[in-house]
């Protein structure tokens, strides 16, 4: 009954490789986001999608590329990895795009670049 | 933009005691203010929130917080800590831009460490 999942939850990979994070919530919202954790427990938005379009896209290297299939689905695909992109990468989602709608979190990806 | 400043990266507090982590934001508008719960290896847990319906809002798990405009806070406090409490605290203000795009700030986050 999990809320919002993504995999793979651990992921490590050497530097120029490609790799996907697949993210999928089953709340029925519609509106869904990619957030970046550094290190130091930062997070940083790096896209939303409302109803599959792209709301926002915040400055995210364009090696970065999102993808929503449908509205219930967002996957984040990286091209040539950096070191620097190491990072542990969240999904959420919120019912609706407002301000005051609440985010749900998935577990998390913990991105290993070497 | 708005943006969020979480005082003292980390609080150590003894079982029992109050527990009290800071927030102060700043914005032009009347803004949306959340926290949130952060476990080891776990996403982010919505503690509470404030939309303007009254200024003491009461959250999961016992935390409550206020929000004072003539301070721009929105401390967040629990009047007993408990060793389940330990985790990363967020607070968060919403950012409604120009453009009609919404996107979460959120702050660098508070350690609380309860000691037994």
């Known amino acids: 009954d999990t809320a919002v999942s993504q995999t793979p939850k651990y992921l490590v990979t050497q530097m120029g490789n490609d790799k996907s994070i697949k993210c999928e919530q089953n709340?029925?919202?519609?509106?869904m986001y990619w957030y970046k954790q550094d290190s130091k427990k930062f997070l940083k938005i790096m896209f939303s999608y409302n109803n599959k379009e792209l709301i926002i896209n915040e400055t995210v290297p364009n090696r970065f590329s999102p993808k929503s299939p449908d509205k219930a689905h967002l996957n984040l695909h990286i091209n040539s990895l950096e070191l620097g992109d190491s990072a542990v990468y969240f999904c959420a989602s919120s019912r609706t795009r407002d301000s005051n709608s609440p985010l749900h979190f998935g577990n998390g990806t913990r991105l290993t670049v070497t | 933009a708005q943006s969020v400043t979480q005082l003292g990266s980390h609080v150590s507090v003894s079982e029992g005691a109050l527990v009290l982590l800071r927030c102060n934001y700043s914005?032009?508008?009347?803004?949306?203010l959340f926290w949130y719960v952060q476990y080891p290896n776990q996403g982010l847990q919505l503690l509470l929130k404030y939309t303007s319906a009254a200024t003491l809002v009461k959250g999961i798990n016992g935390f409550e917080a206020e929000f004072k405009k003539s301070e721009t806070s929105f401390h967040l406090t629990k009047p007993s800590a408990h060793m389940s409490d330990a985790a990363e605290y967020f607070c968060a203000v919403s950012d409604f831009g120009d453009t009609g795009r919404r996107a979460l700030t959120f702050g660098s986050g508070t350690r609380l460490q309860v000691q037994p």
């Open positions: 709340l029925g919202h519609d509106t």
């Open positions: 914005s032009s508008v009347p803004p949306y």
